[in-house]
């Protein structure tokens, strides 16, 4: 049964794809991926390290472990929400920017899985839809309307 009639559907190959296991090289890759200069975790432990003494802490970092039993450590998932002020000197809410500064894990988790969804989403989303497909911008949409 199919409930989304007219909606695309990934074909067998590609479903499988999403399911294949990651593996221990996939998160090394992904690890190496993450920008040296990204914010610390609240450890003071960054990219940077995690990349320099993977040699030492690679095989310890658990992120397999969370695809296989789907749990993951609090401190993993721990964020740090900073107030950016957007002038000198604010004096009102309006005029500071959220940032979000995530722990080094959670970014290396959040990156083996945007990639991997990366290579099929184009296949989900419609022509004419702008976001969550690299390569298409806002700008196509008016050209495309405008045609």
């Known amino acids: 049964m199919r409930l989304l009639k007219n909606e695309p559907v990934l074909d067998m190959e590609h479903q499988m794809q999403l399911l294949e296991p990651f593996t221990e090289e996939y998160v090394k890759w992904s690890m190496m991926k993450i920008d040296q200069t990204k914010s610390p975790d609240p ?29 993951l450590l609090r401190q993993v998932d721990a964020t740090n929400i900073a107030l950016i002020p957007m002038v000198d000197s604010p ?27 990366k290579n099929v989403v184009s296949l989900l989303v419609a022509d004419n839809q702008a976001a969550f497909v690299q390569g298409r911008s806002m700008t196509h949409n008016i050209l495309i309307r405008h045609a």
């Open 43 to 71: 450890d003071g432990y960054g990219s940077g390290f995690c990349k320099e003494a993977w040699g030492i802490v690679g095989r310890d970092i658990a992120l397999l472990e969370l695809f296989q039993n789907g749990k």
């Open 91 to 117: 004096e009102q809410a309006s005029q500071f920017r959220p940032i979000a500064c995530s722990n080094v894990l959670y970014k290396c988790i959040s990156k083996m899985i945007c990639t991997r969804l």
